[in-house]
C-alpha cells in the first residue's frame, strides 16, 4: 500500500463521516502544484514532504523470521519510512452578517474539518501515524475562507516482495508407492 492508497482510505472515511453528519465534504486535491488552485471552501489539499527513513522496527520478539515476516502473506519491512504530510484545509463558516467577526466563523468552520479529519486517519492508521504540528494562516480571510495546516508523519515502511517460492501448494498428485 503507497501514499495515495493510504490518502484514498481518510478521504473516503472523512467522506463518509462528513455526509453521516449533514455537513459539507470539502473537495480533495493532492500535491503542491494544487495549493494555488482557488477552490472554493471547504477543501483539503495534502503535501508530501520530507520524512526520514531509518533501520526497520523490530516488530516484537521470537525469532528473525518472525520479526520480518512470513514471506508470503506479510512481506518484512526494509526500511521504516516516517513520511511528511502537509494537509493544508481551507475552511469557511456561514456568512456573517453586520460586521461580525467571519475570521471566527472560518477558524471554527477548519477546526470542524480537521477533528474530523484526525479522527479518520485514526480509524484508517490506527497508531502509524502522528500529528506533529499546527499553523495558521489567519492573513488569507477572504471569500476562500482561512487556512489551517496540520502536519502530519506516517509510518509507511518499504517492504520485501511477497515471497513467489512459497506459494502454496493447490494440487499435490498422491503416488501409493514410490516408483525406484
Same mark, same amino acid.
Not at 502544484?33 to 533501520?55: C, K, S
Not at 477548519?110 to 479522527?119: A, K, P, Q, Y
Given at each position: ?6 490518502? @484514498? ?16 465534504? /470539502? ?8 495549493? @494555488?488552485?482557488?477552490?472554493?471552501? /471547504? ?5 508530501? &514532504? ?14 528473525? @523470521?518472525?520479526?520480518?515476516? +512470513? ?9 521504516? &519510512? $516516517?513520511?511528511? #504530510? ?8 456561514? /456568512? ?9 466563523? +472560518? #477558524? ?14 485514526? $480509524? ?10 499546527? &499553523?495558521? +494562516? ?23 516482495? $511477497? ?7 493447490? +494440487?499435490? /498428485?498422491?503416488?501409493?508407492? #514410490?516408483?525406484?
Amino acid at each position: 500500500m503507497g501514499l495515495i492508497d493510504v490518502i @484514498a482510505l481518510v478521504e473516503d472515511q472523512l467522506t463518509l463521516t462528513m455526509r453521516g453528519l449533514n455537513l459539507e465534504v /470539502p473537495l480533495f486535491r493532492f500535491g503542491e502544484n494544487d495549493l @494555488a488552485v482557488e477552490d472554493a471552501p /471547504p477543501r483539503i489539499v495534502w503535501v508530501p &514532504r520530507q520524512g526520514p527513513v531509518g533501520a526497520p522496527d523490530k516488530l516484537g520478539g521470537g525469532t528473525n @523470521a518472525s520479526r520480518l515476516g +512470513d514471506g508470503a502473506t506479510s512481506p518484512g519491512p526494509l526500511w521504516a &519510512r $516516517a513520511l511528511g #504530510i502537509d494537509v493544508h484545509i481551507w475552511g469557511a463558516g456561514p /456568512p456573517v452578517a453586520n460586521g461580525g467577526d467571519q475570521q471566527r466563523a +472560518d #477558524i471554527g468552520a477548519c477546526e470542524i474539518i480537521g477533528r474530523h479529519l484526525v479522527t479518520a486517519l485514526h $480509524a484508517q492508521l490506527y497508531g502509524s501515524y502522528r500529528v506533529t504540528s499546527e &499553523r495558521w +494562516d489567519t492573513t488569507s480571510v477572504s471569500n476562500l475562507g482561512v487556512l489551517w495546516i496540520l502536519s502530519i508523519v506516517v509510518g509507511m515502511p518499504f517492504v520485501r516482495e $511477497a515471497d513467489t517460492l512459497s506459494l502454496p501448494v493447490i +494440487d499435490f /498428485p498422491e503416488t501409493p508407492v #514410490i516408483q525406484h
